[in-house]
């Protein structure tokens, strides 16, 4: 299970990775297994609609069991599966990476959403929160 204080901490060391990195400031969602949200945060200076996108990042995740860096290469191959599947989870899905599942002995627990920098920045600022809570992180 995922609890409060784990997804607090995934966001806090997630905006601290950010920080130090001097990343663009950043939307952080994260979502519980179920696709209900646990944590979020937007930095000052977060661009309009990074929120929408993070939280699409982590749906999309979750809903397909897979990360979005996975969605991103089915979005290519199959676009057709992916337009269809976003229109079946009520259009919550971005296909680039940065939606990052969460798991714990192999399972699917949930799933980290963040949006403001490059994709590839907004997925290691995930894994750095994921991994400092003591779980795995898949970015596909």
Excluded: C, W
């Excluded at 982590?58 to 199959?78: D, I, K």
């Excluded at 959403?113 to 907004?122: A, H, K, L, V």
């Excluded at 997925?123 to 970015?139: K, L, N, S, T, W």
Aim: avoid cysteine; hydrophobic fraction near 50%; charge should be neutral.
């Amino acid at each position: 299970m995922l609890t409060l204080a784990a997804a607090q901490k995934i966001v806090d060391v997630a905006t601290g990775h950010a920080v130090e990195n001097g990343f663009k400031p950043m939307a952080i969602g994260v979502l519980d297994a179920r696709g209900a949200l646990k944590a979020f945060i937007a930095q000052d200076g977060t661009s309009l609609k990074r929120a929408e996108i993070a939280l699409a990042k982590a749906h999309g995740a979750v809903a397909l069991g897979m990360g979005s860096r996975a969605l991103m290469a089915r979005a290519e191959s199959q676009g057709y599966f992916i337009a269809a599947a976003t229109a079946a989870i009520g259009g919550s899905l971005v296909p680039v990476p940065g939606g990052v599942l969460i798991k714990s002995e192999g399972i699917i627990i949930g799933a980290v959403g963040i949006s403001g920098d490059t994709s590839d920045n907004d997925e290691a600022a995930a894994f750095a929160g994921i991994r400092a809570a003591g779980f795995v992180a898949d970015g596909g």
